[in-house]
């Protein structure tokens, strides 16, 4: 019960800190002179910053240090928590919009997947699209790392729920010494290379709204829009390229972008065992689909078939999700091999989903390593990646993750069909959800949207998002008994 309510103070706090981010919906309501949405937007703010705060009052007896089960279930309490109180302005500002699909539609946006169950976007109050896409700016790089960049300040530390929430490489090495520090400045960079995104796509020829909104969703690799054709609305190469430039940044480990930036140096991309093996596979394949287009007559010149594959492949690839085109009605080849790179290319430490490309990395040496056993079982073959030795022990456990990431698609997958779902739109509905990808295929491509889902597959497909986002391990580790033992 301790470890329960040590959890409660600090989620408590981080409910207080989330309330601020409904400042910035307001400000647009005021701006766009919607008073009543101004309204509503305050009383979701002050509810949930009161509901915090009274929650840290009661529980401060409770404060303390978190321990690693501590960070576990604090992150996926908020994490589960934020999209709950996100739900309070769609809920006031649209009164004909269900608390599941409101939910769904924030753990969309928090959890950078983009699926959308809103039809008529093109026609939402500012402010409510100014607060989907914040959702997704702020689930981008993580509330949780923000939180650790604060919350020592006031008294609690961060580094157990830093290491819960942040994948891959980023658990086992700060870029700074105190945790806090290293979690500033990552935020430092975020925000940076967005004002930046949101300069370029102004130039471009969004307006200002849409600058903002879509500049927030690139980096968050989130790919909400402000219109129900997405990015397809503004009819623009130029907008294309600069989200494509931007996706690409996004995908990259945000770790390596502040290294670049600090030593003022590229060739730190060039040591990213990361970097280069995914933009080389997004980039190929870019060039690899607009040829198989262009073959199949799909489009009449080689070079609107680049700059439609280019624009699509690498919005699905780094687990975006917006759309320029409805590539479902490409050959199949295509759309599947996109949702395919989709769970394999992010860089861990970047805003997108997926298993990461450092797991794929370990598969393919470890199966390397496996071949040469067979032709020489005395051999001692250490694996390496970017030059260092990885230990056996990490390499047992990317196993361990891909045969519960599988699992869990396979299983959810099975779920959906049950419900009465068809095999591909289940099963792309399931892969999209746990890539925190967006669009499937089917019933659920980009043509469309989750708005044809049932009440029940709109929760699965909600939980496969939650799964996905805490790279599964973070959230299954709660069901086993030997967490709740001492």
Not at 100 to 107: P, S
Not at 111 to 134: F, I, K, Q, Y
Not at 276 to 283: D, F, K, Q, S, V
Not at 294 to 304: A, K, L, P
């Amino acid at each position: 019960m301790k470890r329960l309510l040590t959890v409660v103070h600090a989620l408590g706090l981080l409910l207080v800190v989330f309330s601020i981010a409904y400042i910035m919906p307001i400000t647009t309501a005021v701006i766009y002179g919607d008073p009543s949405v101004a309204i509503d937007f305050l009383l979701a703010m002050i509810w949930t910053a009161a509901l915090g705060l009274l929650m840290w009052l009661f529980t401060r007896r409770y404060k303390g240090e978190l321990s690693i089960r501590h960070g576990y279930l604090l992150v996926v309490g908020m994490w589960t928590a934020m999209p709950a109180f996100a739900t309070i302005p769609l809920l006031l500002v649209l009164p004909g919009m269900s608390f599941t699909d409101a939910y769904f539609e924030t753990m969309s946006g928090l959890t950078t997947t983009g699926s959308t169950v809103m039809v008529g976007l093109d026609g939402l109050p500012a402010a409510v699209n100014v607060w989907r896409h914040e959702l997704n700016w702020l689930g981008g790089l993580g509330i949780i790392v923000l939180a650790v960049a604060i919350l020592p300040l006031l008294g609690i530390g961060g580094r157990q729920l830093f290491k819960a929430e942040t994948p891959g490489p980023m658990k086992d090495s700060a870029l700074t010494p105190r945790i806090a520090e290293t979690a500033r400045n990552l935020w430092l960079v975020y925000l940076g290379i967005t004002v930046t995104c949101i300069a370029a796509l102004k130039l471009a020829g969004m307006g200002w709204l849409d600058a903002v909104c879509h500049a927030f969703s690139a980096m968050g690799l989130g790919g909400f829009s402000t219109h129900d054709a997405s990015v397809g609305y503004f009819q623009s190469p130029l907008i294309e390229f600069v989200l494509i430039i931007f996706m690409l940044i996004a995908v990259v480990n945000f770790a390596t972008h502040f290294l670049a930036l600090r030593g003022k140096s590229i060739t730190v991309y060039r040591d990213d065992p990361e970097a280069l093996p995914t933009l080389g596979l997004i980039l190929g394949s870019c060039l690899g689909i607009a040829f198989y287009l262009w073959w199949n007559g799909i489009y009449t010149d080689f070079w609107t078939a680049l700059r439609h594959a280019s624009f699509n492949l690498v919005s699905i690839a780094t687990s975006s999700g917006y759309s320029s085109v409805d590539y479902a009605q490409w050959p199949i080849f295509a759309p599947l091999w996109m949702m395919f790179l989709t769970a394999t290319v992010a860089s861990a430490g970047s805003t997108g989903g997926g298993i990461k490309m450092i797991r794929t990395l370990v598969l393919f040496k470890q199966a390397g390593r496996e071949f040469l056993k067979l032709l020489h079982p005395s051999a001692i073959n250490p694996m390496k990646i970017g030059g260092h030795v990885v230990a056996n022990n990490i390499v047992f456990a990317v196993l361990g993750f891909i045969f519960l990431y599988f699992m869990t698609v396979v299983t959810l997958t099975f779920v959906l069909l049950i419900s009465g779902m068809d095999f591909i739109s289940a099963f792309t509905a399931v892969l999209a959800s746990i890539n925190n990808c967006g669009p499937g295929l089917g019933t659920v491509g980009p043509a469309s949207n989750y708005a044809g889902l049932s009440d029940f597959q709109t929760w699965v497909c909600t939980l496969a998002m939650l799964i996905g986002r805490l790279e599964i391990f973070t959230v299954l580790i709660l069901f086993t008994p030997r967490f709740w033992q001492r």
